[in-house]
């Protein structure tokens, strides 16, 4: 079975930085982009970045485009997401995603979620 495993969310104080990580199994990593999404207290659920299986594209939400970095190491079948000068607005659960061979900003488009890390940011 397809188990994606995210850690690395906590309390952070605005400004710092976090990185969130994706341990992924019983797939075969490099054929699937990997996502991030979020999903603010009383919100919808937003696209967040998105990195190919060939690791040699990425998009970024404008949201955090310049803050944020994703990356992934297939050997490890892993992907990150780095989070520089968070905001308070950042405060939201995060979601990993895979999505087959479909370099995708779409929730819909992917086949597999975890589930979720809290990200809380003060103030």
């Known amino acids: 079975q397809v188990q994606l495993v995210e850690s690395g969310g906590g309390l952070v104080q605005a400004g710092g930085s976090l990185r969130l990580s994706c341990a992924a199994s019983?797939?075969?990593?490099?054929?699937?982009?990997m996502g991030w999404f979020s999903r603010a207290p009383g919100k919808e659920r937003e696209f967040v970045s998105v990195i190919r299986w060939s690791g040699g594209d990425t998009i970024y939400a404008d949201s955090v485009k310049g803050r944020s970095t994703i990356s992934r190491d297939n050997a490890k079948n892993t992907v990150y997401l780095q989070t520089n000068s968070l905001k308070p607005e950042d405060t939201a659960d995060y979601y990993c995603?895979?999505?087959?061979?479909?370099?995708?900003?779409?929730?819909?488009?992917?086949?597999?979620w975890g589930q979720g890390t809290q990200v809380t940011v003060s103030a």
């Open positions: 995603a895979a999505a087959r061979r479909i370099f995708t900003t779409t929730p819909g488009n992917y086949d597999y």
């Open positions: 019983g797939l075969t990593f490099s054929r699937y982009a």
